[in-house]
């Protein structure tokens, strides 16, 4: 076996008093999707935000290709090809497509004695790397990135990751906030990243969406990693229960069935709580 | 279901981009931000060509107006920058009378050469729009409350050393032929020189906004500070260098008006803090930040200064001039949402669809 790509040992978390994230170790290789499942609250957000650069672990242990990492902001994970994209991708709504692709990474050409962006190649670049991710209805590079899709942007901002070398990629809940059919897209597009050879961390809670394109999952259940296994290995019914925390799921439903057996399926009157 | 949609090979179209038409479409010019502006600006142009009278459009009438227009413009021009990287900058309104006063004290009060009051009074601009920088990225309080701060601090401050130096509110300034000729003259006696100014500042503020790196920055801190800084743009030094220039703009104006009017007053300027906001508003800025442009910006002066000289030219009270900016303000930031949203919902031309 090669040594993974991002190798986390023993990490924790505590902001405070407050334990976030305890003892979770995770790895992730190269062209592989690492579905991360869990409930909210169980500390995903806590757990990218320590892969992108933005808290740092309180102990454990991070390695890239084995060689042990921190970071010390966003900027620095990102150095180390971490990209990271939130759930509504392009957080420029009023940019357009070309310049919202280059942010910070403009490209430039002489003019004169002056050095310029280069609008025509900006656009060019991220029009073809949108098209390169199935992306056809775009070929306006000035187009607002408002007027884009939800699914679209997300194919922006995966476009732009993949074109600045991202070796690992972190979707954060790409397809919460999308319709079937650009969700559908959106899981090709993971598809197409990892064939490329990157290491795409998945963050949801749609298991359905998981298990389409999942190498390995990892399940979270209040800052603790409570299952780690391989495709395959669990049925979409367990993954559920799991996520939901199982027997509390059981529980539940119990009690909503002795509920309606002595109630006749009616809410009660007051006083006659039981 | 998961291995068949594992293996399912991703339509991957390889097609170049379609080649863009040289010529603007009708589609394309309205998705420019600027047209809301550019039609307000026609139209109170036309309104006061018909109520004003031939005067309006005279040179002198023109002159009026544009003299109006240009030192509003150099400060407006900044500011609206500032905005777009999501700032504010009210200080300006101190920032005119305190360099007035720095020149006149310096080179009319105590006589040194023009240049050295000149200077000083630029170097003010410079260091009070470091200060407001530093202070909104340091405190992180927003930047309408810090430069409200600075606003009344340095108002504060030109009225205290004015009296204390030069023992009156305000003072004269003797300026050579040189510097009358360059900041503060009227050509052919008409049209101030700072209206050349303005275009100077409009060509460079028009090339940092929409040909520099810079530029692009200005528009992503707008648009989201935070996700800005991640991509690695220097977003402090952006903020500092920002506030910095609408210090200059403004100390400049400042100083050229204290040149053309031979004398400097404490209490001028206040009008500028909101004349130049409601400019680059009516110029399709957004308060907000992240959209805005320097046309715009330009169209924005020209209709506030039109409106607020062209209503001396009609049979009308001038006291109506207020009402019809306030009036013009909210009709143009009506206009601009809409043609913004135009510009968001702009979807080309239906294609055969590369996939199904």
Sequence with gaps: ?274 | MTSQAHDQPAVVATAPPAPHSSMPSIGSLVRRPEVGSLIGMIAVLVFFSIFGGANFMSAGGSASWLNVASELGIIALPVGLLMIAGHLDLSVGSMIPASSMTIAIISGHYDLPIIVGILAALSLGLAVGFISGVLVIRTKVPSFVVTLATLFALAGLTLGLSIILSGSTSVALKSGPVAKLVFGDYLGGKFQVTLFWWIAIVLIVGFILNFSRFGNWILAMGGDAVSARNAGIPTDRVTIALFMSSGLCAAFVGMSQAILYNSAQVAAGQSFIFNSIIAVVIGGVLLTGGYGSVVGIVLGTLTFAIVNQGIFYTGFDANWASLIIGVLLLAAVLMNNTFRTMALTYSPRAKPRARS
């Design chain 1, 1 to 274: 076996m090669t040594t993974p790509l991002l190798r986390l040992t023993g990490i924790n978390k505590s902001f405070g008093p407050i334990d976030v994230l305890h003892d979770i170790s995770l790895e992730v290789n190269r062209g592989e999707v690492l579905c991360l499942l869990g409930d909210n609250g169980a500390g995903k957000s806590t757990l990218i935000k320590i892969l992108s650069g933005v808290h740092k672990p309180t102990s454990g242990r991070m390695e890239m290709d084995g060689k042990s990492v921190e970071f010390g902001s966003p900027r620095d994970a990102s150095d180390h090809g971490i990209a990271t994209v939130h759930q509504f991708g392009g957080t420029f709504p009023l940019m357009s497509i070309g310049r919202s692709f280059f942010v910070g990474a403009e490209p430039t050409r002489r003019w004169g004695p002056l050095t310029i962006y280069d609008r025509k190649r900006a656009n060019e670049i991220a029009v073809t790397e949108m098209r390169q991710l199935g992306i056809t209805r775009i070929d306006d590079g000035d187009r607002l990135v408002g007027g884009l899709s939800g699914g679209e942007r997300q194919a922006l901002a995966i476009a732009r990751a993949v074109h600045f070398g991202a070796s690992v990629l972190i979707l954060d809940e790409p397809t919460a906030a999308l319709g079937v059919k650009e969700a559908a897209h959106v899981l090709r597009i993971v598809l197409q990243a990892r064939r490329k050879g990157i290491a795409v961390i998945f963050i949801t809670h749609n298991v359905v969406h998981a298990l389409t394109v999942g190498d390995h999952f990892a399940v979270l259940i209040r800052g603790s990693k409570a299952a780690d296994f391989r495709k395959g290995e669990k049925s979409r019914e367990a993954i559920t229960d799991l996520m939901a925390g199982g027997e509390q799921m059981a529980e539940l439903e119990a009690e909503i069935e002795r509920f309606s057996a002595t109630n006749d399926g009616h809410a009660p009157r007051d006083g006659e709580h039981p």
